[in-house]
């Protein structure tokens, strides 16, 4: 008699985001691993949901931002469904604020798209296991940040850079204005969407409004 311990049988992963370059790295990592199998993959919200009514898939791998959508409808109606999925949540802009929305959807998992793609299948395998649990690398420092308040605390060069957004400039722009290039005022805009737990200018925007770092604002900023 085998026991669940020595099944062989890899555990199923769907795969979700909308660069079909990103999805074939994924599945190759995790071709990798003789433990999971790809078994699916979607490049939007709709297909995902109907091909893990299809398939049912142990673990759904998802990115953040998708065309119809984001990644946190398809944890949410997942979640819903299917309690024991597990599901991860992928993203090139892990801020804060997409950290906490990922743990309140009911993830099982947050990890950057900057990160190894061998950590995306750890957290495939964890929320196969703990589907119910939430693994993030940065959740403890995040915490300690909503705690003391400094997640939208910005520098004073990243505050003029954020001026300059709301004037509706570029980062080509930006970088001329303030004598830098402009890989790095792409760092200081990109360092601002993550501490204001933004995905766009706008939503950068409008929460700088709120949070008072901005006290006016061009309207073609947004």
């Known amino acids: 008699m085998t026991s669940d311990v020595d099944d062989p049988t890899p555990t199923p992963v769907l795969l979700v985001d909308d660069h079909e370059l990103i999805r074939a790295g994924l599945a190759t990592a995790f071709s990798l691993d003789p433990s999971t199998e790809v078994i699916d993959q979607a490049g939007s919200v709709a297909q995902a949901l109907q091909l893990f009514a299809q398939h049912r898939p142990k673990v759904v791998v998802t990115d953040l931002q998708l065309p119809d959508g984001t990644g946190l409808d ?11 999925t597990g599901l991860v949540v992928l993203t090139m802009h892990s801020g804060d604020e997409q950290i906490f929305a990922a743990m309140e ?7 950057g798209k900057d990160a190894p793609s061998t950590e995306v299948v750890k957290a495939a395998k964890h929320a196969a296991v703990s589907p119910r ?19 939208s605390r910005l520098s004073d060069r990243e505050q003029e850079v954020l001026v300059l957004l709301a004037d509706g400039l570029g980062a080509g722009q930006i970088a001329s204005r303030l004598y830098m290039s402009e890989s790095t005022a792409k760092s200081h805009i990109a360092r601002i969407y993550q501490k204001l737990g933004a995905t766009n200018r706008a939503q ?3 929460t700088a409004m709120r949070s008072g770092l901005l006290s006016t604002m061009n309207p073609t900023g947004i």
């Open 133 to 151: 649990t939430f693994l993030c690398a940065s959740l403890s420092a995040a915490m300690i940040r909503r705690m003391s308040g400094e997640t």
């Open 105 to 111: 959807a009911g993830a099982s998992a947050f990890v």
């Open 74 to 84: 398809i944890v949410r109606a997942v979640r819903k469904e299917a309690p024991e």
């Open 204 to 206: 950068a925007l409008v």
